[in-house]
């Protein structure tokens, strides 16, 4: 079985500043592997997801993840954050056979300085 | 695009009853799941079901039914609410069973008094 582990439960970080959001996850084969995002009040929207190919993937609003498969990590990544992006990220996995049911991590909550 | 529509927003019950949460999609998916949402615990899986007569449980089914009267809509009944139980249900659908997107619902927030 998979699993996901997101150490940190909150991160503060200021407006403009870089960001990495860490995930290591747990499982013997070839994952896939997804960032969703959730605003407050909403649900899960996908931020970013990996399947093959090159391991760094672009997502929307300016993130990207890397997939490292020695250190079985895919951390989320931006350059400059903005105060929108005031937000909990859940970083999730599942085998890449399509027939099992995608594992989320516990989440990590953002918040942003002005 | 579609949208996933959970009624009601806010349910708040009492300790004992038994109370349904409803979920329509109209994305025209076959796969729809209902989800926990603990704070920081993440998202635990309740149930799911693969197609339109299809019901699986999940990993936190004890204590829950469901129901996929058709293809777009997807019911979750709490059996016995817990005095002082907080939490949030997450519908989503999915295109299919595997690996893929999943679309959520904005939730429903239970309290137990």
């Known amino acids: 079985a998979q699993s996901v582990t997101q150490p940190d439960a909150r991160v503060t970080v200021s407006e403009g500043a870089s960001l990495q959001l860490r995930c290591k996850y747990s499982?013997?084969?070839?994952?896939?592997l997804f960032w969703y995002v959730q605003y407050p009040r909403q649900g899960l929207q996908l931020l970013l997801k990996?399947?093959?190919?090159?391991?760094v993937v672009q997502g929307v609003n300016g993130f990207e993840a890397e997939f490292i498969k020695s250190n079985s990590s895919f951390h989320l990544r931006k350059a400059s954050v903005h105060w929108s992006d005031s937000a909990v990220y859940f970083c999730a996995v599942s085998p890449n056979y399509g027939n099992e049911k995608i594992t989320f991590g516990a989440g990590t909550k953002l918040t942003i300085k002005p | 695009g579609g949208i996933i529509t959970q009624t009601p927003k806010f349910l708040i019950g009492q300790e004992g009853q038994k109370l349904t949460l409803k979920c329509q999609q109209n994305?025209?998916?076959?796969?729809m799941y209902w989800y926990r949402q603990d704070s920081g615990k993440g998202l635990r899986l309740i149930y799911y079901s693969i197609t339109e007569n299809d019901l699986q449980k999940g990993d936190l089914s004890e204590g829950y039914d469901a129901s996929r009267e058709k293809k777009s809509s997807f019911s979750l009944t709490v059996t016995s609410a817990q005095k002082n139980e907080m939490a949030v249900f997450l519908c989503a659908s999915s295109k299919d069973w595997g690996a893929n997107t999943l679309y959520f619902g904005a939730g429903t927030r239970l309290s137990v008094l």
């Open positions: 990996y399947y093959s190919g090159d391991p």
């Open positions: 499982y013997s084969g070839t994952p896939y």
């Open positions: 994305f025209n998916h076959d796969t």
